[in-house]
């Protein structure tokens, strides 16, 4: 797609952000076109030294292609006043630091709104920049305990238990995103500039949809439920054993189990009472657990596959993560493709999931090194003109 087309063609990002959260809501922008500025302080950006490899580990490679990297000072004077020049320049500031910080730097919305009254200044955090909770330190297992995630995963005779993945970090990060966003649609529409505050703590609460389900329409608090269902309201719905692995079967009503039945050569259950109605088996969980376990782990998992696919039930194969990063699937949408990265290495690339118009990515460019666009930038702040004088 040529720049000019990208939907986010000709819009300027000063991103603050750093390790997750914020870092994926200005990929999803760089990959929809904007020109993302990444001011990173003396050392670069946090991720850059987790661990660090000769360079950028993955995550930083993964969250920060096709952006540009100054590395200022913001403890400087000199530095702040360099990147006020560059805030009166584009459209959107975000930040992801603890409430208070880029306040205490002169860096925050009103010294940044001060020198660019319409720009979107979004900030990203564990509890909000308002509320009891606003000082609370957080990172995404802290927000996973706090927020109830924990909670709710495992099973129920063990403890809580993390999700596997940075789970409360890139909710937030699509929220920061879709916040920015929608800030911009109205800036279109009324020219006015916003300020948006986006929460890891509020983003992940939607997800509990079932599980709040299961505890307003029962007594007491529901418990972990391991692979079930969180409201314990469809059956079935869980993760079975098959003879190379597991695999993930879901009846979502009626229709769904009667083709179970049949694929798995059990139709003479169809009429048995205790399978009738969802309501039903949700009270027969376990004997159903056992029926389909017996039945799924005579099978390879493709064999699985292949079989509820074409019945048209719901069905998943477990899959470890080196058979996700050659997943077919990934692969022929453009999501994910190996690459030779800047030391020589062979490095997964991944795109945005947004397709708009068929498209999910614009030219890929590798993650900038440190501080590796500073002149670049610097010169065209000296070329154009501020928007105070345009």
Not at 171 to 199: P, Q
Not at 337 to 352: N, Q, V, Y
Not at 365 to 380: K, S, V, W, Y
Request: hydrophobic share 40%; aromatic share 6%.
């Amino acid at each position: 797609m040529p720049s000019g087309q990208n939907p986010l063609h000709g819009i300027r990002v000063l991103d603050m952000t750093q390790i997750y959260n914020g870092p994926y809501a200005t990929f999803l922008m760089a990959m929809a076109g904007a020109d993302v500025i990444k001011v990173e302080p003396p050392g670069g950006e946090h991720l850059r030294r987790r661990n660090a490899r000769g360079g950028a580990l993955y995550p930083f490679k993964m969250l920060n292609p096709n952006k540009r990297s100054i590395v200022l000072d913001l403890k400087n004077p000199d530095d702040r006043v360099i990147f006020l020049e560059l805030a009166e320049t584009v459209d959107i500031v975000i930040e992801n630091y603890a409430p208070g910080v880029v306040d205490r730097l002169g860096v925050g919305h009103a010294a940044v709104k001060q020198v660019n009254p319409n720009v979107i200044y979004a900030s990203g955090s564990g509890y909000g920049q308002d509320g009891p909770y606003a000082g609370y330190q957080a990172m995404d297992i802290a927000v996973q305990a706090m927020g109830g995630v924990m909670s709710q995963t495992g099973f129920p005779e063990n403890p809580p238990v993390k999700a596997g993945v940075a789970l409360c970090d890139f909710l937030a990060g699509i929220h920061l995103y879709g916040g920015v966003m929608t800030a911009l649609v109205k800036r279109e529409r009324t020219g006015e500039g916003s300020f948006v505050d986006v929460s890891m703590q509020e983003s992940v609460f939607p997800a509990f949809a079932s599980n709040l389900g299961l505890m307003f329409d029962s007594d007491g608090v529901p418990k972990r439920v391991g692979n079930f269902h969180g409201g314990l309201s469809i059956a079935p719905y869980g993760v079975y054993p098959a003879k190379d692995g597991y695999t993930s079967i879901i009846c979502n009503n009626d229709t769904h189990w009667r083709r179970l039945l049949d694929a798995m050569g059990k139709g003479d259950l169809k009429d048995d009472p205790r399978f009738e109605t969802m309501a039903a088996r949700v009270q027969n969980l376990e004997v159903i657990t056992e029926l389909i376990s017996a039945w799924s782990k005579t099978l390879e998992r493709a064999e699985i596959m292949e079989r509820l696919n074409k019945a048209r039930v719901p069905c998943g194969s477990v899959k470890d993560l080196d058979e996700v990063v050659e997943d077919e699937n990934l692969h022929a949408r453009g999501m994910i493709r190996w690459i030779t990265d800047a030391e020589g290495c062979r490095s997964l690339a991944a795109a945005s999931p947004l397709h708009i118009d068929g498209v999910n990515q614009v030219d890929y460019q590798l993650p900038p090194g440190i501080d590796a666009d500073r002149e670049e930038i610097l010169a065209e702040l000296r070329a154009r003109p501020s928007r105070s004088s345009g």
